[in-house]
């Protein structure tokens, strides 16, 4: 035989790990090799971030791009991040449907500091007083916010909120129209929230979509990684406000040791 024609039988090193990263990347199709490696660091799988890499692409994992997504032109400002747990909070809505053709809308609440999903409600219908009244469960949980940031919707300019800002003390800010980019940290938490959960999950009905959501929502908070945190959950990032900040809410003027990004 030619040694010219001669190769060797392909040998793929570390098949164990390969293995696991199938196995996270299926049960997580829209998680990158950044986001798989933290999760194999968690169970104490360490190596080089090429070697990560290279086994990632031998595996053929990578996620796909979506198309035909809008991007912002133009310059913008940052939108500073709070140094503390209920300095600010973000609302808005998420639309989706469920079988056969029903829609449905999500109010999502984030935590702007620890980027914790403070709250999420689905419904056929939410007007201002529905939104008043699940704020008002949040606050009894989490705590009373310094203030909340939102859009210019009906439900959030209702008389219902503007007697509930009255009764509570809580500001209110209203982005200026047309410009969602003010409101930042919302919009980036609905991305994740519909590429990870909506694109991902067909809906059968409301109670189904109430119940995805629910672990969705505990996973993003306790299990997930944010590059925000260095690859730490919001959980983590506000228990670790509560034991090293003074007062019942976390409040304090220390700044969580996070860097800039969306998680």
């Given at each position: 035989?030619?040694?010219?024609?001669?190769?060797?039988?392909?040998?793929?090193?570390?098949?164990?790990?390969?293995?696991?990263?199938?196995?996270?990347?299926?049960?997580?199709?829209?998680?990158?090799?950044?986001?798989?490696?933290?999760?194999?660091?968690?169970?104490?799988?360490?190596?080089?971030?090429?070697?990560?890499?290279?086994?990632?692409?031998e595996?053929?994992?990578?996620?796909?791009?979506?198309?035909?997504?809008?991007?912002?032109?133009?310059?913008?400002?940052?939108?500073?991040?709070?140094?503390?747990?209920?300095?600010?909070?973000?609302?808005?809505?998420?639309?989706?449907?469920?079988?056969?053709?029903?829609?449905?809308?999500?109010?999502?609440?984030?935590?702007?500091?620890?980027r914790?999903?403070i709250?999420?409600?689905?419904?056929?219908?939410?007007?201002?007083?529905?939104?008043?009244?699940?704020?008002?469960?949040?606050?009894?949980?989490?705590?009373k916010?310094?203030?909340?940031?939102?859009?210019?919707?009906?439900?959030?300019?209702?008389r219902?909120?503007?007697e509930?800002?009255?009764?509570?003390?809580?500001?209110?800010?209203?982005?200026?129209?047309?410009?969602?980019?003010?409101?930042?940290?919302?919009?980036?938490?609905?991305?994740?929230?519909?590429?990870?959960?909506?694109?991902?999950?067909?809906?059968?009905?409301?109670?189904?979509?109430?119940?995805?959501?629910?672990?969705?929502?505990?996973?993003y908070?306790?299990?997930?990684?944010?590059?925000?945190?260095?690859?730490?959950?919001?959980?983590?990032?506000?228990?670790?406000?509560?034991?090293?900040?003074?007062?019942?809410?976390g409040?304090?003027?220390?700044?969580?040791?996070?860097?800039?990004?969306?998680?």
């Amino acid at each position: 035989m030619d040694p010219k024609t001669f190769r060797r039988p392909e040998t793929r090193d570390n098949p164990e790990v390969r293995a696991r990263m199938k196995e996270i990347a299926e049960h997580r199709r829209r998680f990158g090799y950044r986001r798989i490696g933290l999760l194999l660091e968690r169970e104490g799988v360490t190596m080089n971030k090429k070697k990560l890499y290279r086994l990632y692409t031998e595996e053929r994992l990578t996620v796909r791009k979506r198309r035909g997504r809008k991007r912002a032109t133009g310059t913008r400002n940052p939108m500073p991040v709070p140094d503390r747990p209920n300095a600010r909070w973000s609302l808005d809505f998420v639309s989706d449907i469920f079988a056969p053709s029903r829609r449905m809308r999500i109010l999502a609440v984030v935590d702007d500091c620890t980027r914790e999903s403070i709250g999420m409600v689905a419904d056929t219908s939410i007007g201002g007083h529905r939104v008043a009244r699940e704020l008002g469960a949040m606050i009894r949980v989490y705590g009373k916010p310094g203030c909340i940031v939102s859009d210019n919707g009906s439900e959030f300019t209702s008389r219902a909120i503007l007697e509930w800002q009255t009764r509570t003390g809580v500001a209110w800010h209203y982005i200026e129209p047309g410009k969602p980019q003010q409101n930042a940290f919302a919009e980036s938490f609905n991305g994740r929230l519909r590429d990870e959960c909506l694109n991902e999950t067909a809906f059968d009905s409301l109670a189904h979509a109430r119940r995805v959501l629910a672990l969705w929502r505990h996973d993003y908070n306790h299990v997930r990684p944010h590059s925000a945190h260095q690859g730490r959950t919001p959980a983590s990032a506000r228990a670790e406000a509560a034991g090293h900040w003074p007062g019942s809410d976390g409040r304090s003027s220390r700044p969580l040791p996070s860097k800039t990004g969306s998680g």
